[in-house]
Each structure stands twice: as structure tokens, then as C-alpha cells.
């Protein structure tokens, strides 16, 4: 009785495996990623003002990211995967703010109002 239960725990074990590794997509790479902007808050303000960014899959570090106003690029001053905070720029012009993570780049649907 004993071989007959081991033998069928060993059968189902192989077909859980293989039906395992046959339905799996994991090919070792990761999935694709795609950075986002969700919000910015204020969406207005003056240079040398924070500013926070929220959304996905930003660097988890501040040199990870690239962060630009209009095109002119700003400081960081915190940073992780979901949320930067950073400062308006010198020079910097109303426009989309735009956040480069590797190759991947995200720009915000409403544009950030320069104050004088």
C-alpha cells in the first residue's frame, strides 16, 4: 500500500511540475516596465520651489532619474519608485514635465505653469 502511495504522490508531483514549467511565460527576462506619471502637486509655482511627482517605476535612486521642465532639466531632491521630489528649474518655461528612467520616458498629461 505504502509503494502504491508513494508512486502516486511521485506521478502527481511530475504532472504538477511539468504543467508548472509548460504554462509559465518566464522567459528570465523581466517584463516589460513602463514608466508613468499620475500626478504632480502644485501644478504651478516658481523656480527653486519643490514640486512632488507621483507615479510608477521611477529609479529607486536620485541618479536613476532625469527629470525635465519644458525640456530644461531639475534637481532632485528625494527619490524611489513612486514618488520624486524635486525643484523648478533656473530657466525653466510652462510646459509637460517629463521623467527618463534608462531608456524609458514619461511625460505629465497636464503642463506645469512657470510663475514669474
Known sequence: M???LFKLDFCLGLVAVLLL??????????????????SIDPTSGTVGEYVVIEGKDFGDRMEGNIVKFNGVQ????????????????????TGPISVKVDTRIAKSEVDFMVKP
Not at 514549467?21 to 499620475?38: K, V
Not at 531639475?74 to 520624486?84: F, K, M, Y
Request: some cysteine; proline content about 5%.
Open 2 to 4: 505504502k509503494k502504491v
Open 21 to 38: 514549467s509548460c504554462c509559465s511565460t518566464n522567459d528570465g527576462t523581466d517584463p516589460i516596465r513602463q514608466t508613468q506619471i499620475f
Open 74 to 93: 531639475a534637481s532632485i531632491l528625494t527619490a524611489s519608485t513612486s514618488r520624486l521630489v524635486v525643484y523648478v528649474p533656473t530657466n525653466a518655461t
